[in-house]
């Protein structure tokens, strides 16, 4: 606007510290204060519209189509993809049919090591991509709990595994709402970070299993099923992620993981059960009678309706992306221009093909094989947008906040500053923009409404793959999630460890230091070569 590039400063530090104020209240009110988010948000956007008006000269006209845009595009398709995987989740709990899955997925194999892999990396990494918002640390961890874990295990375990799914958590939405804030192509934000998370998803099983047992010694009769476990995982995200497209990404990943160290263990049972240290040999008597109990019980037609509403999701999101002939269903959208003011344009919002409507549907037809009727999806639908008001004002204000601080050119100079001060070191620190995003908000998806726009700006500022730094800031916000107060909150809850959070803190923080550091090391070797 009126300060250009320099701001309203001639100084460029000043003014760009006078730009982050919107976000620096924001990580202060939820880091510091511990206020609610939906309050420090709407706070946050208050101050990013004055500031854009009183400070940048933003006409009042402008900063209000700012807004209505951001809340528009906040609401859908962001928002309307949070209600829908909620809304399958909860639909798939009052069925009862996540029982099924949980205590199906418990019995598997009696030995720790591979009930960790099961349940916190493979199947956590599934509800993590089918669902987020804490149903990937508090299901595994109170099912560890459940089975004899030791509660700070459990929670610490299931935290460090609830890393590498997020980038694509909540069926693409990080990635999608990232295309929506950045601009950049949303298949080449979705190439870049299936490829970053590779090395980190193969090594994150050896990781789980040499935190649990705190040797190497007891790693090399599970390596086999590690080694299994992350490359399918890796390669099958990665295959649908360059191929597909971000939805189910993750879904499938996570799902090949299962299957893949199911199948390993049922050809090559491990021979040493390895149990916690106080636990006696009776245990794995106990667990594999339970085992072949609760299989006489639970029938394959049983754990198939249990899956139904998921594997309706893959099979419409493959073919509305696959099938040539549905591909008009794409066209049903409305382009609307919101934003009149400079580089303002028409949005487009899909109705059918967005991830939310889909998985909507699959909820829908999910819910009617497991046994609900009509009245009951109803009620559940009520529930979950009750349940979710406050996440949906929360990603509203936070989507129009950066709209404003978009147009008004308050990013452009942050950016600048970065810039200025970090030079072609920035690729390095941009993991770490993200971690501090979700470490802030708990969420991949808000790290990136945060910083997405700034982390393209910057990479421009100092000639750098700006869809490369994107795709830097959502991997580098699935560390931060192992540290975030909200994930370790729903960790404590989980396990009954209310009023020990602290420990799980102290617990994680190392490896989420590390786990930052690396990915930064990555992004700026490969992003010197692109």
Not at 148 to 153: E, K, Q, S, W, Y
Not at 195 to 206: A, V
């Amino acid at each position: 606007m009126s300060g250009g590039i320099q701001g309203p400063f001639s100084n460029v530090l000043l003014s760009a510290i006078v730009a982050f104020i919107p976000l620096l209240w924001l990580l202060i009110s939820l880091g510091w204060f511990k206020m609610k988010a939906y309050i420090a948000a709407l706070i946050s956007l208050a101050l990013a519209i004055l500031l854009s008006i009183t400070t940048w000269g933003m006409p009042v006209k402008f900063a209000s189509q700012s807004v209505l845009e951001g809340v528009a595009t906040g609401l859908w398709p962001i928002v309307w993809v949070i209600i829908a995987a909620i809304y399958t989740y909860n639909v798939t709990v009052e069925t009862g049919c996540m029982n099924i899955i949980n205590e199906t997925l418990a019995k598997i194999s009696p030995d720790r090591r591979i009930q960790a892999l099961i349940l916190a990396f493979s199947f956590g990494g599934f509800l993590e991509a089918a669902a987020g918002f804490g149903t990937a640390v508090a299901i595994p961890a109170s099912l560890l709990a459940g089975i004899g874990f030791d509660p700070l295990f459990a929670a610490v375990i299931c935290l460090i595994a609830n890393t590498v799914p997020v980038a694509f958590g909540g069926i693409g939405i990080p990635i999608i709402t990232l295309s929506q804030v950045t601009g950049i192509e949303e298949s080449l934000l979705t190439t870049y970070t299936a490829y970053q998370l590779i090395p980190f998803i193969i090594i994150l099983p050896i990781v789980l299993v040499i935190i649990m047992t705190k040797s190497f010694k007891y790693l090399k009769e599970v390596l086999g099923a590690c080694i299994v476990s992350g490359i399918s995982f890796a390669l099958f995200q990665t295959a649908v992620a360059v191929f597909v497209g971000p939805e189910v990404a993750a879904i499938v990943g996570s799902l090949a993981s299962l299957l893949s160290i199911i199948i390993y263990v049922k050809i090559k049972p491990v021979k040493k059960i390895w149990l916690f240290p106080d636990e006696k040999a009776s245990g794995e008597i106990a667990s594999t009678n339970a085992v072949n109990e609760h299989d006489k019980r639970i029938s394959g037609k049983k754990q198939l309706i249990a899956w139904t509403p998921y594997i309706v999701l893959f099979v419409l999101i493959m073919a509305v992306n696959l099938i040539p002939d549905l591909k008009f269903l794409g066209d049903v959208a409305t382009k609307v221009q919101i934003y009149f003011g400079p580089n303002g344009k028409p949005s487009s919002f899909q109705w059918i093909t967005t991830p939310g409507t889909i998985m909507f549907i699959s909820a829908i037809i999910g819910g009617f094989v497991q046994g609900s009727s009509i009245k009951g999806l109803l009620k559940i639908f009520g529930k979950t947008i009750k349940q979710l008001l406050p996440t949906i004002v929360v990603v509203s204000s936070i989507v129009a906040m950066a709209k404003v601080m978009g147009y008004s050119g308050m990013i452009s100079v942050i950016a600048v500053a970065l810039a200025d001060t970090t030079g072609k070191v920035y690729p390095f620190i941009s993991p770490l923009i993200g971690a501090l995003g979700t470490f802030i908000t708990g969420s991949d998806t808000s790290s990136n409404i945060l910083f997405g726009a700034l982390q393209k700006q910057t990479a421009l500022q100092i000639h750098a793959n700006a869809a490369w730094i994107a795709a830097a800031n959502t991997v580098g916000a699935s560390a931060g999630k192992m540290i975030s107060p909200q994930s370790i909150a729903v960790a404590a809850s989980a396990t009954g460890l209310v009023g020990k959070e602290g420990r799980i803190l102290n617990s994680t923080l190392l490896y989420c230091l590390g786990y930052a550091i690396l990915l930064g090391v990555l992004i700026f070797a490969v992003g010197n070569m692109l």
